[in-house]
């Protein structure tokens, strides 16, 4: 099935700010409540939902649990301890408690993730106290007399002690192919695996045998079996290869039937009301990783073979939820620019769009009396809940209303160019408020992670930050890219640095072209793969006058071993020394280095295992040699993503004021 869409072109006249509103700044950034987790009541009458906030004055990120009516009203506040946090609510199957996660009461930063359960009808939330372990998920059984739960090992008893004597700490032994992970830093042996749960006695027993890590568990209508995902190879340390699993209620502890046998990461599994089918996330092609399309598949519950319910979509699809009559599965689509809702017959065939605009759609519960929920955000507002009923989108929650009223962003826009091979590139344009479209202006190329990701139709502050300072903002999406089918996306596997960075360029020329943006005053930066994207383009051309590279790397071989990509690098690369030249024509901006001209600052987390500092370092280094204007800003405790707000608004601030160092009068 093809998808088309208008790309709309921008206006050649100025955009006026409203004199109501006033131009967005970077500290309104950080007002922004983001709204996760929905789950819908059994009734299909209620929404219960996670809210973050950052708060300055703590310097430190909060998350409480709110609930709402499905029609918007009745929205508030469930939890209400100052200082603590919680995470992933579910109701219960007779919607009279609601189940979440948390560490709360404990000082301990490395405190046990337990789960809670909350009564409905009043009075305090009690935590399961019996479980040792730290929680990361929970499913209830249809009829709620027994809980599923992902449980982490609890340290041995020695290590734990151990531990507690910091003037004799213990040597970190390392016996494990894949030993690192952002977040964590070196991994131990324990593992995350399904215990079967029962909250009136109190009893706990593993649902299946076999040392290997477990997931996304979920029951069968008649609560007899769980399907979940696991990787049980034979050194799940050295594939990404997931298949789906089924355990018997009948016989907890023994051998798991196998469903999926495809080599590539099988994920997502949803029963269908009558329990004979289940439908999930088909892998791509090991070689592909991250650049294959995953597409929608069923596979009989008493095993069989697997069936692609979308052969020619093209698309990457998530979330399968089966209709409540199980005539369909419905789904999240990635499309060029957008997420949208969509479905197909359980047999096959035509894929219909349900609910799909100038927006992303993502985290669909189950449908409950004909409602459904999910998250809805578009570039200039945050994710807040909608309810889709009856073919239409409804408003739930409103948490970002008042702060954005007042507030002009200016616009936004999706723009088509010609790469230099012919090829058709998407992208979005960023004008700030006031922008003067009679003459160009300072403009700064953002560039994405990934690299398998794209721009889209979301909330995103990157851009946003610096339209706060007046900067026009090219968005790319070069090839490398998803959304725009499995051939686009291939386009950047294993070819770091060539056919995108030509992409990008493209944007470029073509906004210079219209006279958007001012070819003696562009900048370019991005984090992650964009930064590693930046680097890659002031190795290529020199005429930009300021770059910002966050949390990146030039020098290829230096991960090898070091970050936590092994798996993909053998993928996508091969060995360093088996495929040298590869390795090396990938690793042009630090071996050729010399080719940079513009003053560059780096960023990174100390603690970044993603994309570890030693990267960044060596970069600073090799161009501060050079005598190229440069600076490296590490920020301490952190990982890939800086989370603690203090260095949140450091970093917005320190990249715009980078960039006005070189680019504005």
């Known amino acids: 099935m093809t998808f088309r869409f208008v790309i709309t072109a921008i206006a050649a006249a100025a955009i006026s700010v409203s004199a109501y509103a006033r131009p967005v700044e970077i500290e309104d950034l950080l007002k922004t409540r983001t709204v996760s987790s929905p789950s819908i009541s059994p009734d299909g009458t209620k929404v219960v939902y996670v809210v973050s906030h950052a708060d300055l004055e703590e310097d430190e990120n909060f998350s409480h649990l709110w609930i709402a009516n499905v029609d918007g009203s009745g929205e508030r506040q469930l939890t209400l301890r100052e200082g603590e946090n919680e995470s992933s609510p579910k109701f219960s199957p007779d919607g009279s408690h609601i189940g979440f996660l948390s560490s709360r009461g404990d000082e301990d930063e490395d405190a046990p993730t337990r789960l809670w359960l909350l009564p409905l009808d009043g009075g305090e939330a009690r935590p399961i106290d019996s479980i040792e372990g730290s929680v990361s998920d929970f499913v209830w059984s249809p009829d709620g007399s027994r809980m599923v739960l992902v449980i982490k090992d609890p340290e041995p008893e020695d290590e734990e002690a151990q531990g507690e004597d910091e003037e004799r700490p213990k040597p970190i032994v390392i016996d494990r192919y894949r030993f690192k992970e952002d977040y964590i830093g070196y991994l131990d042996n324990r593992r995350e695996r399904l215990w079967l749960f029962d909250p009136a006695t109190g009893a706990l027993e ?286 950047g596997h294993g070819r770091w640095g060539d056919l995108d960075v030509q992409d990008v360029l493209a944007a470029v020329d073509d906004a210079v072209a219209k006279g958007i943006a001012d070819p003696e005053r562009l900048g370019v930066g991005g984090w992650s793969y964009g930064g590693m994207l930046t680097n890659y383009v002031i190795a290529s051309d020199t005429r930009f006058k300021a770059a910002v590279s966050g949390s990146s790397i030039s020098n290829i071989f230096t991960g090898f071993g070091h970050d936590e990509y092994i798996r993909e690098y053998i993928a996508e690369l091969g060995t360093p020394w088996e495929n040298f030249e590869g390795w090396m024509a990938i690793s042009y901006p630090f071996f050729q280095n010399q080719r940079i001209v513009t003053p560059t600052l780096f960023i990174v987390g100390e603690e970044d295992v993603n994309v570890p500092t030693i990267a960044s370092e060596q970069m600073y280094q090799a161009l501060r040699h050079r005598g190229i204007d440069t600076q490296l800003v590490i920020y301490p405790g952190e990982y890939h993503g800086i989370s603690r707000p203090s260095f949140q608004l450091d970093r917005m601030q320190r990249w715009n004021a980078w960039l006005d160092r070189y680019l504005k009068d």
């Open 206 to 491: 593993r649902l299946a045998d076999g040392d290997f890590d477990e997931s996304d568990p979920v029951f069968s209508p008649d609560g007899s079996e769980v399907a979940f995902v696991s990787n049980r190879t034979e050194d799940p340390d050295r594939n990404s290869n997931t298949d789906v699993w089924v355990a018997s209620l009948s016989s907890p502890g023994a051998a798991p039937r196998q469903l999926t046998v495809h080599p590539g990461s099988d994920t997502s599994p949803a029963w269908s009301p009558d329990g004979r089918r289940i439908a999930y996330v088909h892998g791509a092609d090991p070689y592909k990783i991250w650049y294959g399309v995953t597409p929608l598949a069923v596979v009989p519950a008493s095993g069989g073979e697997p069936v692609i319910l979308t052969p020619t979509l093209d698309r990457n699809v998530s979330d399968p939820l089966w209709t409540e009559d199980g005539s369909a599965v419905r789904m999240i689509v990635e499309d060029d620019g957008r997420q949208y809702l969509a479905q197909v017959s359980a047999n096959g065939g035509t894929v219909e769009q349900l609910a799909v605009g100038n927006f992303v759609l993502r985290d669909p519960t189950a449908m409950r009396g004909g409602t459904m929920a999910l998250l809805r955000s578009t570039n200039y507002t945050p994710n807040e809940v909608y309810a889709f009923r009856g073919g239409d989108l409804v408003k739930v929650t409103a948490q970002n209303d008042e702060w954005l009223e007042g507030i002009e962003f200016g616009s936004v826009s999706m723009a088509s160019y010609a790469s230099e091979d012919g090829t058709e590139i998407h992208g979005f344009i960023y004008l700030p408020p006031g922008h003067d479209a009679r003459r160009p202006q300072p403009t700064t190329l953002m560039l994405h992670g990934g690299p398998a990701a794209q721009f889209d139709y979301s909330w995103d502050t990157e851009p946003l930050w610096q339209i706060a300072a007046g900067y026009v903002v090219l968005a790319p999406n070069p090839r490398g890219s998803t959304g725009r089918g499995e051939a686009f996306a291939m386009g």
